[in-house]
C-alpha cells in the first residue's frame, strides 16, 4: 500500500513536489479554490503556515475547479492567492478531487480517512511527522479550530 511519502505534485512554477521532503514534518493538505465563499480561510491558514513552519509544519494547497469556483488558469490562481490572502505556501497546479480524473493523491487520503468524496472546497487533511492521517476536516472547520490538532502533532516525535 502507499504511504504519503510515495506521491508527487506540480507546483504553479511547474516545480515538482516530493512528498518524500515532508518525512519528519507535520504536513495540511487542503483543496482550495478562489472564487469559493470559504476563501478567506486562506489567511487562517497562512498565518498557520508563518507562525509554526519554524517548528516543522508544512502546508499544501491543492486548488480544484471541482465545485467550478476557480479562476481559469493556474497564473491568475496563484496572482489571486497572494494579492488577496497573502498565500506563500505552496500551491499545486489544478487538480480534481473526485470523480474518473481525481488526482492520485486525493484518492489516497479519502481512503486513509475512511471518508469518500469530497463535498466542498478547503476539505484539509493534517498528517503527523510519522506520514499518518491525524484527521480528515470539514471545509467549514476553520484553520484555527485546527490549529491544537497541529501543536499536539508538532510536539509528538520531536
Known amino acids: 500500500m502507499a504511504t504519503i511519502y510515495d506521491f508527487k505534485e506540480t507546483e504553479m512554477s511547474g516545480k515538482t513536489i516530493d512528498f518524500k521532503d515532508y518525512r519528519g514534518k507535520v504536513l495540511l493538505v487542503v483543496n482550495t479554490a478562489s472564487k469559493c465563499g470559504l476563501a478567506p480561510q486562506l489567511v487562517g491558514i497562512e498565518a498557520l503556515y508563518q507562525q509554526?513552519?519554524?517548528q516543522g509544519f508544512e502546508v499544501l494547497g491543492l486548488p480544484s475547479n471541482q465545485f467550478h469556483q476557480e479562476l481559469d488558469s493556474d497564473e491568475a490562481t496563484s496572482d489571486f492567492c497572494q494579492m488577496h490572502y497573502g498565500v506563500t505556501f505552496p500551491m499545486t497546479k489544478k487538480i480534481a478531487v473526485n470523480g474518473d480524473d481525481e488526482d492520485p493523491l486525493f484518492t489516497y487520503l479519502k481512503k486513509t480517512a475512511g471518508h469518500?468524496?469530497?463535498?466542498?472546497?478547503?476539505t484539509k487533511?493534517?498528517?503527523g511527522r510519522d506520514g499518518r492521517l491525524i484527521d480528515r476536516y470539514a471545509p467549514i472547520t476553520t484553520p484555527e479550530k485546527v490549529e491544537p490538532d497541529i501543536v499536539k502533532a508538532l510536539a509528538e516525535n520531536k
Open 52 to 54: 509554526y513552519h519554524d
Open 116 to 122: 469518500g468524496h469530497i463535498k466542498w472546497n478547503f
Open 125 to 127: 487533511f493534517l498528517i
